[in-house]
């Protein structure tokens, strides 16, 4: 590929909307193009990455049986209607009719076309196990898409279905993908992805693993023991507390705390720390605006994923009126009376002597105890757990939180599918049942988007040999000197005959301008042939990431070439699994 020929330009400007580095880098070096809120066209390099990253996941679902399929983009409503979802999933599934004034919806996941797909094949058991995958187009109405290709609302993603007659049976698949998983991503030059315990969230199940790409830039919080090396998503993450008994029981009293409303101030006037509190969070359900209390220790923060899985439907935060019953920033649990659901976080459990609201304008209680003063309650876990907290695996306060990307996903979604769209097939006694499914997912434009967050410079990306654009970046400095240009042509020719990825530079453009392409494109391997190379019979071979910078004889160019290619492609396999 000549570069002057390459579709998109380069630019040293870095764009004013592009809050990350990756996001800036792809407009700058030509790899995307936006089109709308979420939505970007690919350039040829963006294309040819995620080409690339797509052969490294069919090579690998390919390894462990998987059958590539293909799903419609656009979907039946109905098809939505038999799992529930249609109604139940929120505005990120797009919805709308066709000429006919039939519901349909752009699909965002496909786990009921997999299931409409084989419905009636497997009927048997002698037709399982079996898994099917697809790479195709989807659409996700984000709220809020950002990052670039990080956050998008129209993705290229792999989505794989997994069905299975055992529970057993799919956790042994389930362990394949996962091992597939990791090669995956070692293979796309990211072998520091580490996997996470997650939340099902929408797609149901009772085991889910998110693969994460640590950095600082990433939206999600990722819980780590730095001690037994417990990991999971900070919506997954069971939250520990111990609260220790200190001095006496007191009284319950209620206090006069004027000009008081939030939880730091009545523990400023109150001389206490915030672990002696008790404070009241309210949500509203999105089904009715029946307002739910939380209770929750004061130094602590509800988990909203955790409140929406107990309740088993959406939330927003409350507003409160002055005829709902609730007093705004006196809220207690004590003689608290109303139609409300009251819910309390087990960070209060064995605690005493807390502060409260006293559900009167301008007053507050001291010396609550639950137990004692609000009767027989239950206590789930519904507060995010925090830096320095008690690890749910050791019981060591060992607790980090980090930021990660997702980059990947799998789930065990038992028959939550196959029930509700009453799948079944018959077992060697003759006796239908349910299917059990695996689902298994990786996004190509975040994992691209991913790669190049974390491995980049100040001049652009630094892309690993297996996704890169090209393998080689040949540079013509001088294109108007013959002889730099004759042996450059040469070398082009050349590597193309033995099947290297080449782009290559013969503009008449400065060095300066010239290289500065050559980062932005980030190609592994960059030659450099100029006039004063030339004389000495050489051409300089220099890696993205400036960890080799050789000159080489010109006759042996082709060959040193090669060398640096097997190592750089050496070097990635030994961080596969």
């Avoid at 507390?241 to 001095?247: I, L, R, Y």
């Avoid at 391997?525 to 051409?539: D, Q």
């Amino acid at each position: 590929m000549k570069l002057d020929k390459l579709v998109g330009d380069r630019f040293k400007e870095r764009p004013s909307d592009c809050a990350i580095d990756s996001h800036a880098l792809m407009v700058r070096g030509g790899y995307i193009k936006y089109v709308a809120n979420g939505i970007f066209s690919q350039y040829p390099p963006m294309k040819r990455i995620s080409q690339k990253i797509e052969r490294i996941i069919r090579e690998e679902m390919d390894s462990i049986d998987g059958q590539e399929v293909l799903f419609p983009v656009v979907l039946p409503g109905t098809l939505w209607d038999e799992s529930g979802r249609y109604q139940s999933v929120g505005s990120e599934l797009l919805r709308f009719s066709d000429r006919n004034g039939s519901p349909m919806v752009l699909g965002m996941t496909h786990e009921e076309a997999a299931v409409q797909l084989v419905r009636e094949y497997a009927n048997s058991y002698t037709k399982y196990p079996f898994m099917i995958y697809q790479i195709q187009t989807k659409f996700r109405d984000e709220a809020r898409p950002r990052g670039g290709l990080i956050r998008v609302r129209e993705f290229t993603m792999k989505d794989a279905y997994s069905f299975h007659t055992s529970q057993e049976d799919l956790e042994r698949y389930y362990d394949k993908c996962y091992k597939a998983y990791e090669r995956i991503f070692a293979r796309a030059g990211v072998p520091e992805v580490i996997s996470v315990q997650s939340d099902s969230g929408m797609m149901g199940g009772s085991i889910s693993h998110e693969f994460m790409l640590l950095t600082p830039v990433g939206e999600d919080s990722i819980v780590l023991c730095k001690e037994c090396g417990y990991r999971a998503n900070m919506e997954a993450a069971e939250n520990i507390v111990d609260n220790a008994k200190t001095g006496e029981l007191e009284e319950i009293k209620l206090v006069h705390t004027p000009n008081i409303h939030t939880i730091e101030d009545i523990c400023e006037f109150l001389h206490a720390p915030l672990e002696s509190s008790c404070k009241a969070v309210v949500y509203q359900k999105n089904s009715d605006d029946a307002y739910v209390v939380v209770f929750i220790r004061g130094d602590l923060d509800i988990n909203e994923t955790k409140l929406t899985n107990f309740l088993g439907e959406d939330i927003h935060p409350a507003v409160i009126t002055p005829e709902c019953g609730l007093n705004a920033g006196y809220i207690g649990p004590y003689k608290l009376e109303g139609d409300f659901t009251v819910l309390f976080d087990r960070s209060l459990e064995g605690a005493q002597n807390l502060s409260c609201g006293g559900n009167v304008e301008e007053y507050h209680y001291t010396g609550l105890n639950i137990e004692r003063d609000c009767g027989k309650v239950e206590y789930h876990d519904f507060a995010k757990i925090a830096e320095g907290g008690i690890c749910p695996v050791c019981g060591k306060k060992a607790i980090t939180i980090s930021r990660g990307i997702e980059v990947g996903n799998i789930f065990q979604l038992g028959t939550k599918y196959t029930k509700s769209m009453n799948m079944t097939y018959l077992d060697a006694d003759g006796k239908a049942a349910h299917p059990i499914m695996g689902c298994y997912g990786i996004g190509v434009g975040r994992l691209a988007a991913s790669v190049c967050e974390v491995h980049h410079d100040d001049y652009g990306p630094i892309w690993p040999i297996t996704i890169a654009p090209w393998e080689v970046h040949i540079c013509c400095v001088r294109s108007d000197d013959p002889e730099t240009h004759a042996f450059a042509d040469q070398l082009y020719d050349e590597l193309q005959k033995e099947r290297i990825e080449v782009i290559y530079d013969d503009r008449k453009a400065t060095a300066g301008v010239m290289f500065s392409d050559a980062d932005l494109l980030g190609v592994p391997v960059r030659v450099i042939v100029s006039p004063r190379n030339m004389k000495e019979g050489c051409c300089e071979i220099v890696t993205r990431d400036k960890k080799i910078s050789k000159k080489v004889p010109v006759g042996e160019a082709v060959e040193a070439v090669g060398a640096v290619l097997k190592e750089l492609y050496d070097e990635v396999q030994k961080g596969c699994k």
